[in-house]
C-alpha cells in the first residue's frame, strides 16, 4: 500500500517502467518515518511481477511469493541490530546480482539504509553498480547522502521524497487516530506522518513532554535535578538528546527575536524561561556540545551514557 504523499514519485516511475527506462540502480532519499519501505517494495514487486509492467498485478506466482515474503529472486538487506552494512554482507548482494533468476524473469536487491554502510562496503557495491549484470535491479534507501560515497551517488538514479506540508501531516495523523495532536509533534518529527503516528501510539509524546518540563526546570537556577533529567534522556535513548537540541535552538531563536515557525509552538512558556535565563554564548556552546555527544554515541558502543549527559548538563551551571 502506497501512502498519498509517495503517489509523485509512483508516477514517475511507472512512467519510466512503461518506456523500459527504469535506472538500473535507484537510490530514494527519504526521513525516517516516510514509510518508504512501503514505496520500495512497491517498485520491486512490480518489476518482479510476471504480468503488470506498471502495476502488480498481486495474482501471478510472484506476486503471491512476494507477499508471502519467500520470493527466491527478491533480496532485501537492512542493517542489524544498528550496526552498519558491513563488507561480507555486499558481496553476497554481488553474487545474488549474478545469479541465474529462479523463476526465469528479473532480479531485485532492495537495501535499506544504505547510507550507514562501511566504506568497504560501499566499494564492493560499487564494482556491481559500475558493471550491472543484466536482468538486476539495485533499490537503494537512505535518510541522507553525506554518508554515502559520492561515486556511489553518481552511478544510482536519485529521488527524494517530500514530506506533506506540516497540516496535510496533521490533518493524516488525526484521521488515522481520530483524534487531534499538538502541531509541535508534526514539527518534532519533521513533517513524517508515520513517524508522528508512531510518536504518538508509543507514548512518546507523553515522555517527550514529561523531559521537557524536567529539563526546563533544571536550566533554572540553581540548576536542581540534573540526575533526574540524565536519567530520563538514557531511558528514552539517543533521541531525547535530539529533543532537547531542537529545544535548545529554539531558545536560541527566541533570544534573536524570531517568534515564528518554532518546534516548541505550544510549550512557548517553556522557551521563554529558558532562553530568559541562559546566557547566549553559553547556549550556542551547549547546543554544539549535545549534537557531538549524540554523533558520539551513536558511532561508539560501550559508554557510559548517563556520565556523558551528566556532564553536558553540568556546563549550564558555567553562566558568566
Known amino acids: 500500500m502506497l501512502y498519498p504523499w509517495q503517489e509523485g514519485i509512483w508516477k514517475n516511475w511507472q512512467q519510466l517502467l512503461d518506456q523500459g527506462r527504469l535506472h538500473h540502480a535507484i537510490l530514494l532519499v ?11 517494495k512497491q517498485l520491486a514487486k512490480t518489476v518482479l511481477c510476471q504480468n503488470g509492467i506498471t502495476e502488480p498485478c498481486g495474482m501471478c506466482h510472484s506476486c503471491r511469493l512476494f507477499d508471502a515474503g519467500t ?38 536487491i532492495l537495501i535499506e539504509q544504505a547510507d550507514v554502510m562501511g566504506e568497504a562496503a560501499a566499494n564492493a557495491l560499487l564494482k ?30 536519485k529521488w527524494r521524497l517530500a514530506m506533506p506540508a506540516e497540516a496535510d501531516t496533521r490533518r493524516w495523523v488525526e484521521s488515522a487516530l481520530m483524534q487531534s495532536i499538538p502541531l509541535e509533534t508534526v ?12 510518536f504518538i501510539e508509543q ?3 507523553i515522555r517527550y513532554r514529561k523531559l521537557l518540563e524536567a529539563f526546563a526546570g533544571f536550566l533554572n537556577p540553581p540548576f536542581l535535578g540534573v540526575f533526574d533529567v540524565a536519567g530520563m ?22 533570544q534573536q527575536g524570531v517568534t515564528e515557525h518554532l518546534i516548541h509552538c505550544e510549550s512557548l512558556p517553556l522557551v521563554q524561561q ?3 535565563t541562559t546566557d547566549p554564548i553559553l547556549l550556542q556552546s551547549q547546543v554544539r556540545k549535545v549534537n557531538a555527544l549524540l554523533r558520539q554515541l551513536e558511532q561508539q558502543t560501550g559508554l557510559n551514557q548517563e556520565l556523558l549527559i551528566v556532564d553536558w548538563l553540568t556546563g549550564f551551571m558555567n553562566q558568566p
Not at 514539527?187 to 503516528?197: Q, S
Request: proline share 6%; with cysteine; hydrophobic share 35%.
Open 30 to 40: 527519504a526521513p525516517t518515518g516516510s514509510g518508504r519501505e512501503a514505496l520500495g
Open 71 to 108: 520470493h527466491p529472486d527478491y533480496h532485501h538487506l537492512a542493517p542489524v541490530d544498528g550496526k552498519q552494512i558491513g563488507v561480507d554482507a555486499i558481496r553476497q548482494c554481488n553474487r545474488w546480482a549474478v545469479e541465474t533468476s529462479q523463476l526465469s524473469g528479473e532480479r531485485v
Open 128 to 157: 556491481t553498480l559500475e558493471e550491472p549484470p543484466s536482468g538486476c535491479q539495485f533499490i537503494l534507501m537512505a535518510t541522507s547522502l553525506d554518508n554515502l560515497l559520492p561515486t556511489i551517488n553518481s552511478r544510482c538514479n
Open 187 to 198: 514539527r518534532l518529527n519533521g513533517r513524517a506522518p508515520l513517524a508522528t503516528l508512531q
Open 203 to 205: 507514548g512518546q509524546d
Open 233 to 254: 534522556c538514557v531511558e528514552e535513548g539517543h533521541q531525547s538528546l535530539k529533543w532537547l537540541s531542537y529545544f535548545l535552538v529554539d531558545c536560541l531563536k527566541w
Open 274 to 276: 529558558a532562553a530568559a
